[in-house]
Structure formats: C-alpha cells, structure tokens
C-alpha cells in the first residue's frame, strides 16, 4: 500500500520523482524516499520519516543529481514507520536499489538463506530481501538478475530498481500491485498510478502481472517471465493534469464531494438515454445469460461495500433476482455456495483492492461470471473480471471515498435496470420513469451542495461529541452506514449506524442526554415508523437531526434539526441523501482541525490483505 515512481531521461530526476510521489501520497504517507543515479554513475539516496515535506526539506539542503532514479511513498505493514524501514532499499554492497509495493510473503525464509550465505540485514522490512536477492543472482544482466530473484518471491510486489552496475537503466515488475509506464519523448516512466507522471506524458502502458519493463533513455522494452519480447499497447489518458489537482478546494475530499452532479452525469452517459434500450459497453452478457441467473453476490469492502448493499435493494426489487452482499475479506474465506446459475460483481473504486481480487480470483476459479465495477482503467480488477462497467468519477484522490460512491450507485442503477430490461420484470414505462428520474440526479445534487450552511452550523455544536448515531430503515439505514463511516474515519469521532427498528434491542441503553443522533427518515412508506424511532430517542434527551425530503415538515415536531433533500423517485434518494451526510462528516473534521484528506492509519488503497 505505498506509492512508487521512476524516471530515466535528460531531466532533473529529483523533481520528476518529488513532483509523482507528491501525487501519489494518497497510497501512503508515513515516509518517503529516492535513489538517483549522478552522471559519474554513482547512486545517492534520500529518506525520510513522516510527510513527503520532510524528504523535500532534506533534498533542499543537499540536492541529488542525476537523470535516473526511483522513488517511494510509504504505508508501514512490516516494521514501523522510520528512516531505516523507508524506501529505497539497497543491498548490503549498495549498488543496487529497490522500491517495493506490496508484501513479500516468504520474506523470512529468504532472508534466512541470504544471510546463510554472508549477506546482512539492517532494516525489518520485508522488502530488504529483493535488493540482496537481485544482488545474489546478478552475473552481469541486472534484468535476468530480476527475473530470476522474483521467480522466488512469494506475495505481491510492484518494483522499480537501479543498480550502479547499468546506470542509465530502470528495471520494474508487478504482480498483484499496480504499476504502469509512461512513454515520453527520450524519457520513461513507471508509476503505481497515472497521477504522477501526467505532468509529463499522456501515453501509458498497462503492464500485466509478471511483465517486465527495462528502460533506458533511448529504449523501452516489455518481457514476460520466460523472458519473452512483448508488444504493448499505448493507451492516451483522457484525464488532464488539473483533474488530478485541488482546483481552488482547500482539501481534495470537499472537491470530490463538489464534483459529483459531473461525475453522476458521466456515469450515466451513453448508458441511460429516454428511449433507448440501457446499453453498457464492456459487458457481454446476453439476455439469455442474464435470464439464467438465479443468484448474485455482490463482493466489496468499505464504501463499495456500503453501495453493493443498495445494490441488493435495487437489483432485487427491479429484476427480481435474490442478491447476497458480502465483505470480500469474509467472502474469500466462507466457501460460499456457487452454481452455473450464480454472478458475482465486485465493486472498487481502486480496482485493486487485495481482498476484492482475491475474491474475484476464487469465484472465476469455481467457473462463475464476475462483473467489475471499478473507477480504474485498467486495474487488476477491470482486467481480471469477464464484464466491465466502469464508474466515471475521475481520479479520487481524497482517502475518504464520496463521488466513487455515488457512482457506484448509479452501476447499480444502470445494471438494476438493464437486467429488469432483460427480463422484463419491470414494463417500459416504468424503467422510462426511474430513466428520467436518474437524469434528474445532477441538478438535484447541486441542490443539495447548497446546504453547506445548515450542516456547518450542525457541525459547529456537534464536533466536539464523542460518539454519534445514525438512524434508518431500509434503504436509509444502508445510507446511514455510510454516514457512519465518513464521520469516523475522518473526524475520528465514534459513529454508528442502526436500523431504527432495531435500536430498542440494545443499543439504546446508550442513548443519554445530548446523544447525538442522525436520523435518515426520507422513504415515505417508512416515515412514521421512522419517527415513532426518533421519539424513542429524544424521550431519553437525544439531539436529533432529522434528513427528510421537502414536503415533510411535519418532522419539525419531532427532531431539533431538519434538513430536506429534494423529491425524487425513492429508489434513487440514497445518492442525493449521502451527499448530505459527506458534507456533514467534511464540516465536522474541519470544525475539529483533522487532517481530512488524510486521516490517521488509513490509505487511498489497500492492495494487502
Ligand atoms: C472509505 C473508503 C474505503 C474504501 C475501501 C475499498 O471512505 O474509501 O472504505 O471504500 O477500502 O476500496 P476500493 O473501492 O478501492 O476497493
């Protein structure tokens, strides 16, 4: 879970790589490094603990030179954030050196065997076994020297290498971490992720897992683990370097949450168009397949595992097809029943997400279908699945996901609907009805960004609490469960949700005078039962902010709070809903001072188990 670049060419190979792991901080944020190889063919490297700003102070008192080097952001899992554990790492002789996302699982074991053969360890990392294994094998051809190291190494890895031996080369690998290639103009790239190097190129190269890149600055070539040429297809990114940028926002979360009605309509693009038939490019499957299936299961963690669970509401009550929603970390290890009649869809923004692949990876050995809902062009998940159906919100950067999310409802939407279409369990006029609603959705969510001033007064008298609930039935109450988690991973205060019928079995014995509560009340055939579960808290002295949608006034009775969102088809409020409570989640870490973009022990992207 860490970030890596590499750069050869005639530029400064300093700034290239400070500028890409500045991009690139969202993977990890603990501690940074680089090695650059100077014109007289020695190597150089610079680390530091804590922020990137920490290892950019220390290149302003001591520069490194040179066109050549590799660089590393980094999310501790073996050893503890410091400067000996920070990457690159060398080998004992320190001529070669290694930037490392992932985990080496038989790491021990080698370590035991280079040290029975004289080498030295000084770091407790398991990525201090690569340099010295790639030192080990090295008879003069630092990419065979790789090959042969990783042809030992069990786990995860994307690397990018230098060795002093072949100075003007860069040498990467990946398997089951992400890794790509920019191709410049004499000068080229590797990167966990397009980011970091859009500044400089556009064209991109995704490599596979155990494909090789050797770079130098007059050529660029791909192997695959036998050691076999590769051609390689340049993809052009679409995205500008600006959209990968804060755009005038003081933090990237309240950007992305900003950018949302372009992100919905996006999604919806091409896909949903009055009259038409919903059509979805990437996905194969045909009516008579999708008539067949007679059990989904839909796999994914945090946020995308919140939207799968409205993805159950949708698909079950448009195509009328019995959905199970798993926690892939749990999924992977339950043996789960699958038959020829069972479709699976994972759901990752990132699209490599270990436990989600992982997934992926045991149901399409099983022989079952799997459809990736990803963000990521490209990623493990969007190569690996049988159908695609991208989100399209643009690179999120933010480590608390928000417009991923509210995309990842309109796939389920858009494959709700496309499957009712298959098998006509719902009519044309009504898909037609739910169709025009969805095209709504935009400017119903830039409505909803109005509200900043009610939320902000919420969160000014709120953020000080220690603990927070949140109140829904039904599709509210899987909206609630993503309230929950933005307001704890961001402003660390503790907040649950709960099915409002559910709290009296329990857990309102933690209800007590100035409890603060969020109760979701928006589904009109569960209004009143909604609010029977307010009074059963402000009886005990709870301070309750209610979200209805306009027209409900009536809750003014009930809450000390009311916040309306606009009418729209019930089934579609969850994505106008959860922008309230983002915003919300947003006004109380900036009224609590969090570092909201990244919060303490999380990152963007967890690519280990
Ligand atoms: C929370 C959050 C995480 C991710 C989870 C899955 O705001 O971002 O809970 O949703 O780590 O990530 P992806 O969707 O990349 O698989």
């Given amino acids: 879970m860490c970030g890596i670049v590499g750069y050869v060419g005639e530029k400064n190979a300093e700034s290239i790589l400070l500028n890409g792991l500045r991009k690139l901080e969202y993977r990890g944020y603990d501690s940074a490094g680089v090695a650059i190889i100077n014109k007289k063919g020695e190597m150089n490297l610079a680390k530091s603990k804590g922020r990137l700003a920490n290892l950019e102070d220390k290149l302003k008192q001591n520069p490194l030179e040179g066109s050549v080097g590799i660089g590393h952001t980094r999310w501790a899992t073996h050893g503890e954030p410091s400067d000996l554990n920070c990457h690159p790492h060398t080998n004992q002789k320190k001529t070669i050196s290694v930037v490392h996302n992932g985990i080496i699982e038989n790491y021990l074991e080698l370590k035991e065997y280079l040290i029975s053969k004289g080498y030295e360890f000084?770091?407790?990392?398991?990525?201090?076994?690569?340099?010295?294994?790639?030192?080990?094998?090295?008879?003069?051809?630092?990419?065979?020297?790789?090959?042969?190291?990783?042809?030992?190494?069990?786990?995860?890895?994307?690397?990018?290498?230098?060795?002093?031996?072949?100075?003007?080369?860069?040498?990467?690998?990946?398997?089951?971490?992400?890794?790509?290639v920019g191709i410049g103009k004499g000068e080229y790239f590797i990167a966990s992720d397009v980011p970091a190097i859009l500044n400089h190129?556009?064209?991109?190269?995704?490599?596979?897992?155990?494909?090789?890149?050797?770079?130098?600055?007059?050529?660029?070539?791909?192997?695959?683990?036998?050691?076999?040429?590769?051609?390689?297809?340049?993809?052009?990114?679409?995205?500008?370097?600006?959209?990968?940028?804060?755009?005038?926002?003081?933090?990237?979360?309240?950007?992305?949450?900003?950018?949302?009605?372009?992100?919905?309509?996006?999604?919806?693009?091409?896909?949903?168009?009055?009259?038409?038939?919903?059509?979805?490019?990437?996905?194969?499957?045909?009516?008579?397949?999708?008539?067949?299936?007679?059990k989904i299961y839909i796999v994914a963690c945090g946020t995308a595992y919140h939207a799968g669970i409205i993805g159950k509401y949708v698909i079950e009550k448009m195509a009328r097809i019995p959905v199970e929603v798993d926690i892939a970390s749990e999924f992977r290890y339950r043996d789960p029943i699958f038959s020829d009649k069972t479709l699976l869809i994972v759901m990752s923004q990132s699209g490599e997400t270990a436990d989600t692949l992982a997934a992926l990876r045991e149901a399409k050995a099983k022989g079952v279908r799997v459809v990736a809902i990803t963000n990521?062009?490209?990623?493990?998940?969007?190569?690996?699945?049988?159908?695609?159906?991208?989100?399209?919100?643009?690179?999120?950067?933010?480590?608390?996901?928000?417009?991923?999310?509210?995309?990842?409802?309109?796939?389920?939407?858009?494959?709700?609907?496309?499957?009712?279409?298959?098998?006509?369990?719902?009519?044309?006029?009504?898909?037609?009805?739910?169709?025009n609603s969805m095209?709504?959705?935009?400017?119903?969510?830039?409505?909803?960004?109005?509200?900043?001033?009610?939320?902000?007064?919420?969160?000014?008298?709120?953020?000080?609490?220690?603990?927070?609930?949140?109140?829904?039935?039904?599709?509210?109450y899987a909206v609630a469960m993503e309230g929950a988690l933005k307001v704890k991973e961001i402003s660390y205060i503790h907040s649950e949700a709960y099915a409002g019928g559910e709290l009296k079995h329990g857990t309102?014995?933690?209800?007590?005078?100035?409890?603060?509560?969020?109760?979701?009340?928006?589904?009109?055939?569960?209004?009143?039962?909604?609010?029977?579960?307010?009074?059963?808290?402000?009886t005990r002295g709870a301070?309750?902010?209610?979200?209805?949608?306009?027209?409900?006034?009536?809750?003014?009775?009930?809450?000390?709070?009311?916040?309306?969102?606009?009418?729209?088809?019930?089934?579609?409020?969850?994505?106008?809903?959860?922008?309230?409570?983002?915003?919300?989640?947003?006004?109380?870490?900036?009224?609590?001072?969090?570092?909201?973009d990244k919060p303490r022990n999380l990152a963007k992207s967890v690519t280990v188990e």
């Fill in 122 to 180: 000084y770091s407790e990392t398991d990525t201090e076994v690569i340099p010295n294994l790639i030192d080990y094998y090295y008879k003069g051809n630092l990419l065979e020297a790789v090959m042969e190291a990783t042809s030992k190494i069990e786990g995860s890895y994307a690397l990018g290498i230098t060795s002093v031996d072949e100075p003007g080369k860069v040498v990467a690998v990946r398997k089951d971490s992400p890794l790509i």
């Fill in 201 to 294: 190129t556009r064209d991109v190269v995704y490599l596979n897992d155990k494909e090789f890149v050797e770079m130098t600055k007059e050529e660029i070539s791909f192997y695959s683990k036998e050691g076999k040429k590769l051609e390689k297809d340049i993809h052009h990114v679409t995205w500008n370097a600006d959209a990968a940028e804060k755009g005038g926002f003081e933090h990237f979360m309240i950007k992305e949450i900003h950018e949302q009605p372009r992100a919905i309509r996006d999604t919806m693009a091409s896909r949903i168009i009055p009259g038409k038939p919903i059509s979805i490019d990437n996905i194969a499957l045909t009516k008579e397949q999708i008539k067949n299936i007679e």
């Fill in 376 to 435: 990521v062009v490209g990623s493990s998940v969007s190569r690996e699945a049988d159908d695609v159906l991208y989100t399209w919100a643009g690179p999120e950067i933010a480590v608390a996901s928000t417009k991923a999310y509210t995309t990842q409802l309109i796939t389920m939407y858009i494959l709700g609907l496309f499957f009712a279409q298959n098998k006509n369990t719902m009519t044309s006029a009504e898909i037609e009805d739910i169709k």
């Fill in 439 to 476: 095209l709504t959705l935009p400017e119903k969510a830039e409505e909803i960004l109005k509200q900043k001033e009610v939320l902000q007064k919420f969160a000014e008298n709120t953020y000080m609490h220690k603990d927070m609930f949140f109140l829904g039935r039904g599709i509210d």
């Fill in 508 to 538: 309102i014995a933690l209800i007590e005078k100035g409890t603060i509560v969020i109760a979701l009340a928006t589904q009109n055939d569960l209004y009143e039962k909604m609010l029977s579960n307010v009074r059963e808290v402000t």
């Fill in 543 to 596: 301070k309750v902010l209610g979200l209805t949608v306009e027209g409900n006034n009536s809750i003014e009775k009930t809450v000390d709070s009311a916040l309306y969102v606009p009418q729209v088809n019930s089934v579609l409020l969850p994505v106008i809903t959860v922008i309230s409570l983002q915003l919300l989640a947003y006004y109380i870490a900036a009224a609590k001072g969090c570092d909201i």
